[in-house]
């Protein structure tokens, strides 16, 4: 709901939700090899040198445009690594970026670069490129939101679909983050202009009301295949893809904590994108990252 308040009032309505950090895997995959999906770091290390030697790209990335990894990796990272507390704190407080848990969340996509999990022009492809490269049938991850299954279900051989489950991002080693913490929050949301009266504003209030009801839920979990964001909808499972019936899983156990871009100041947005793609690339150190973003966050709280 935070990316829907402006200074602390309710500024419009949300009616979905995204989950930005899920993991979508091939399943046959790892059968091949003789794994189940990792659910601490460690285990996804090793299943990263498993795949490499089996000639098996480990993790489809494609972060060209700077934003999917913050959205979904570090937002996610940071959380797991730091705690609920902290990741609201870091985005809504005076936690900074130079603490600990963004800093080590930094040195884990560093980390997951220097051991070979993704490949090798993840910095050059977008995130439909990423897709496709998953569709060729040769890798095992890849990491995105809820939103990224009606795209990848278009987009890829039916054989490769079918096989791709869905799951949480591994829990990080002393992170105060449980497993199922995902970053998320409402991916849409409607308002009604203040200007309105008698029986426009009675209708614009009609139309918020029906579109925050259990029946437009179910509707747009059945037809758009969206997670809602009213809980509690019915709605046949019969009549959507698996996948979307695993991300909705996955939802009722969530424990979602904030997405960074949703969230904080566009100038910190923009610098996030750049430095988390510098840092990956080599081209940066987590620390330098960190303090660049530190300094912003200081400067616009003194201009308040």
């Known amino acids: 709901m935070a990316n829907h308040l402006y200074e602390g009032k309710v500024y419009s309505l949300p009616y979905t939700i995204d989950l930005n950090a899920l993991m979508y895997y091939n399943e046959a995959l790892f059968e091949e090899v003789g794994l189940e999906f990792p659910t601490t770091w460690e285990e996804l290390l090793h299943a990263i040198e498993v795949f490499k030697e089996n000639g098996i790209i480990p993790i489809a990335l494609g972060n060209k445009d700077q934003w999917l990894v913050p959205t979904g990796w570090l937002s996610n990272l940071v959380a797991l690594i730091g705690g609920p507390e902290f990741m609201n704190d870091l985005c809504f407080g005076d936690a900074k970026y130079t603490d600990e848990p963004y800093i080590e969340a930094l040195k884990a996509l560093k980390q997951l670069v220097d051991v070979g999990a993704f490949n090798s022009d993840f910095n050059s492809i977008d995130n439909y490129q990423m897709y496709g490269l998953y569709g060729l049938g040769r890798t095992a991850i890849f990491s995105a939101g809820s939103w990224a299954a009606s795209t990848l279900l278009e987009s890829i051989p039916a054989e490769i679909s079918a096989v791709t489950r869905v799951t949480v991002m591994p829990t990080y080693p002393n992170g105060k983050g449980e497993l199922n913490t995902v970053a998320g929050g409402s991916g849409w949301g409607v308002n009604i202009n203040s200007t309105l009266e008698g029986s426009k504003r009675e209708a614009a209030i009609r139309l918020m009301k029906a579109l925050s009801?259990?029946?437009?839920?179910?509707?747009?979990?059945?037809?758009?295949?969206?997670?809602?964001?009213?809980?509690?909808?019915?709605?046949?499972?019969?009549?959507?893809?698996?996948?979307?019936?695993?991300i909705m899983e996955v939802q009722e156990k969530a424990i979602v904590t904030p997405v960074f871009d949703q969230v904080i100041h566009p100038e910190l947005i923009d610098e996030m994108n750049k430095t988390t793609q510098a840092v990956m690339a080599g081209n940066m150190t987590p620390e330098v990252a960190a303090q660049r973003m530190q300094n912003i966050k200081d400067r616009l709280a003194r201009t308040r």
């Open 213 to 246: 009801d259990r029946s437009f839920a179910t509707a747009l979990i059945e037809i758009a295949n969206m997670p809602p964001a009213v809980s509690g909808a019915e709605y046949d499972t019969s009549s959507v893809p698996a996948i979307f019936n695993e």
